[in-house]
């Protein structure tokens, strides 16, 4: 196929990378300039904090939603096509962001935002996947997440350049998110189809984007429901320790005050390189599931160093939040092993689900962090949250199957 041609650096894997950085802006732009944003709209602290994890869920619905949506499309209409919807649906929410006046408001943007946001992952990762050798499939995608991640570092800079004291200009980083979105679409032209998608698009006999068919057969399930479980760590730590790292750097007597934006663009700095390094670890491993239980046990143990920081520096809380993204640097990795696990026929309804249904377990999982709250204090149902969220996520990995090395040009039966 023309496709195996291709090198490791070409215009699919830069612009997926591009794309994936706009999309890593404006997903994580929320947590960066929440404070500032909610502050101007008039809420106190406590109000910034109850409202502010209410809407990151928000946000999160539409992804899960937007997944499936998004998914379905993506094997029925083709890869490109959801791109484009896509990136055209969050770029509009996020010019909305900047006019929002209200806390409704805000909850149904961030939501329609969520819903193009869901798009952007699934539809690039099984595009590149499809497009690259079997060989270096796996460095593509890290490449891709790799380079994408950092758009949490720049949408840091953008409100430290841009928000001020009193929380001015917090609009303009939202209408910059559009911006870019818009002036990703023009760079994705040129981008081929993906070959595999291309060769079943107008057979009538294949079934392509059938959700359903995810739940109609045990062993299709299983794959894709521990697909999803292996992720959650990511938002338990990025959605939980890092985007609230100020409450618990009071909870913890941190000496210096913490911002959270900044947590969240060192973790992120930090996750890209764990996203790039997870790649070649994979390719010398020749292991998927291998490299994903290195990373694991990484951010395990920046966890027990996270909740025994009582009374250090600010400083130290940031160099453990870049240990914490450092060591959930796998997001390429899982998304891979996902689209992986199945046909071309349902293959991006599964790479954009199961990223967005991950995505969206941080309703759950902050609902059983707020729920714990009732008999514990703050730090101890954080603690009992991650044992849970750990626990299922390793028994996850351990039964999904190895993908390193396989060949992805087949059909899922019905």
């Known amino acids: 196929m023309e496709q195996k041609k291709l090198p490791l650096f070409n215009l699919a894997v830069i612009v997926g990378a591009l794309g994936y950085f706009v999309d890593i802006y404006d997903l994580l732009l929320f947590s960066i300039i929440r404070v500032p944003s909610l502050r101007s709209l008039g809420l106190n602290a406590d109000s910034i904090a109850k409202d502010g994890?209410?809407?990151?869920?928000?946000?999160?619905?539409?992804?899960?939603?937007?997944?499936?949506?998004?998914?379905?499309?993506?094997?029925?209409?083709?890869?490109?096509?959801?791109?484009?919807?896509?990136?055209?649906?969050?770029?509009?929410?996020?010019?909305?962001?900047?006019?929002?006046?209200?806390?409704?408001?805000?909850?149904?943007?961030?939501?329609?935002?969520?819903?193009?946001?869901?798009?952007?992952?699934?539809?690039?990762?099984?595009?590149?996947?499809?497009?690259?050798?079997?060989?270096?499939?796996?460095?593509?995608?890290?490449?891709?997440?790799?380079?994408?991640?950092?758009?949490?570092?720049?949408?840091?800079?953008?409100?430290?350049?841009?928000?001020?004291?009193?929380?001015?200009?917090?609009?303009?980083?939202?209408?910059?998110?559009?911006?870019?979105?818009?002036?990703?679409?023009?760079?994705?032209?040129?981008?081929?189809?993906?070959?595999?998608?291309?060769?079943?698009?107008?057979?009538?006999?294949?079934?392509?984007?059938?959700?359903?068919?995810?739940?109609?057969?045990?062993?299709?399930?299983?794959?894709?429901?521990?697909?999803i479980l292996i992720a959650l760590p990511n938002w338990f730590v990025i959605g939980i320790l890092i985007s609230f790292s100020d409450k618990f750097a009071a909870k913890l007597n941190i000496k210096g005050a913490v911002d959270p934006g900044k947590a969240v663009m060192v973790a992120y700095a930090a996750i890209s390189i764990g996203d790039v390094l997870i790649g070649f670890v994979s390719q010398w491993l020749r292991s998927r599931k291998k490299s994903l239980y290195i990373f694991n046990i990484i951010t395990v143990l920046s966890i027990f160093w996270f909740f025994s920081l009582d009374g250090q520096s600010s400083t130290t809380m940031y160099v453990v939040c870049a240990c914490l993204g450092f060591g959930t640097g796998f997001w390429a990795m899982f998304v891979t092993m996902a689209a992986e696990q199945f046909g071309t026929n349902i293959r991006a309804t599964v790479a954009t689900t199961a990223p967005n249904m991950a995505r969206g377990s941080l309703n759950l999982v902050s609902l059983l962090f707020v729920s714990l709250q009732g008999n514990f204090d703050y730090l101890k149902s954080a603690w009992i949250t991650g044992i849970i969220v750990f626990t299922i996520s390793f028994i996850s990995l351990i039964l999904t199957e190895e993908t390193f090395g396989k060949d992805l040009d087949y059909i899922e039966p019905a």
């Open 53 to 227: 994890l209410r809407i990151i869920n928000i946000q999160m619905l539409g992804l899960l939603v937007g997944g499936i949506i998004w998914g379905v499309l993506g094997d029925k209409k083709g890869r490109l096509k959801v791109l484009y919807a896509s990136i055209i649906l969050y770029s509009l929410g996020n010019i909305a962001n900047g006019f929002v006046q209200n806390v409704t408001q805000y909850e149904i943007v961030r939501f329609i935002t969520g819903l193009g946001l869901a798009g952007e992952l699934g539809a690039g990762i099984t595009l590149v996947s499809e497009l690259m050798p079997k060989e270096r499939r796996g460095l593509a995608t890290s490449l891709v997440a790799g380079i994408g991640l950092s758009g949490a570092v720049f949408a840091y800079f953008i409100r430290v350049w841009l928000v001020g004291p009193n929380g001015e200009g917090w609009r303009t980083c939202y209408f910059i998110g559009g911006g870019l979105g818009f002036l990703l679409l023009f760079l994705r032209v040129g981008v081929l189809e993906s070959g595999m998608f291309k060769s079943i698009e107008t057979s009538e006999k294949v079934r392509k984007g059938d959700f359903l068919m995810l739940f109609t057969n045990g062993k299709r399930l299983k794959k894709y429901l521990t697909a």
